[in-house]
């Protein structure tokens, strides 16, 4: 197996360096493809196929040899992280906003979905101040949740980020979320 990898190194080295635009990473790019190779010998099927398997990997190495080479766009130097006052007195603005939205459910949804999301009490809490079990309290917690998305997605249009979090929202047209969540 070894003196055919031989027979085939003066091919490959050409097949890198055509296609590497720095001579002195061909060497490097060629090492690498046998590292590779070696260490995923198992995956091989049969002899013959060798010299194609091997061009794979060079390829594959050649493609990552590139991606490495992205370029990237420096940070702007005034850039600074949000500090946690910032983050906290965006989310007591939120919390204020959708209060009245969540009031609107009935009121068996809307005390402990309100208890649980806005006031961040534990929900075997809320089961004992409002007399529930701890599993009663979580459905209804989770019904509330239910009832005051469906009635968020009627009147609001919501942008998400390729992570599923809100990056933005608008009001659908005709729509009013105070006239809707009754």
């Given amino acids: 197996m070894l003196s055919e990898w031989q027979n085939h190194k003066a091919q490959l080295r050409n097949y890198v360096y055509?296609?590497?635009?720095d001579a002195s990473a061909v060497d490097d790019i060629l090492q690498d493809v046998y590292i590779k190779a070696s260490s995923n010998l198992h995956?091989?099927?049969?002899?013959?196929?060798?010299?194609?398997?091997?061009?794979?990997?060079?390829?594959?190495?050649?493609m990552d040899f590139y991606r490495d080479k992205l370029p990237y766009d420096e940070l702007p130097e005034d850039l600074?992280?949000?500090?946690?006052?910032?983050?906290?007195?965006?989310?007591?603005?939120?919390?204020?906003?959708?209060?009245?939205?969540?009031?609107?459910?009935?009121?068996?949804?809307?005390?402990?979905?309100?208890?649980?999301?806005?006031?961040?009490?534990p929900q075997q809490e809320i089961a004992d101040k409002l007399g529930l079990s701890l599993s009663g309290a979580k459905s209804r917690i989770q019904r509330g949740?239910?009832?005051?998305?469906?009635?968020?997605?009627?009147?609001?249009?919501?942008?998400?980020?390729?992570?599923?979090?809100?990056t933005g929202y608008s009001s659908k047209k005709g729509k009013s979320c105070s006239s809707q969540l009754k």
Avoid: H
């Fill in 145 to 166: 949740r239910a009832k005051f998305r469906e009635n968020l997605m009627t009147c609001c249009d919501f942008e998400l980020n390729d992570g599923g979090s809100v």
């Fill in 80 to 121: 600074v992280a949000e500090d946690e006052d910032t983050v906290e007195e965006a989310r007591k603005e939120l919390a204020e906003c959708i209060r009245p939205l969540i009031d609107d459910l009935p009121e068996k949804y809307s005390i402990p979905l309100r208890l649980a999301e806005l006031e961040g009490v």
């Fill in 18 to 21: 055509k296609r590497v635009d």
């Fill in 43 to 62: 995956q091989l099927k049969s002899q013959g196929s060798l010299k194609g398997w091997l061009y794979k990997i060079a390829y594959n190495t050649i």
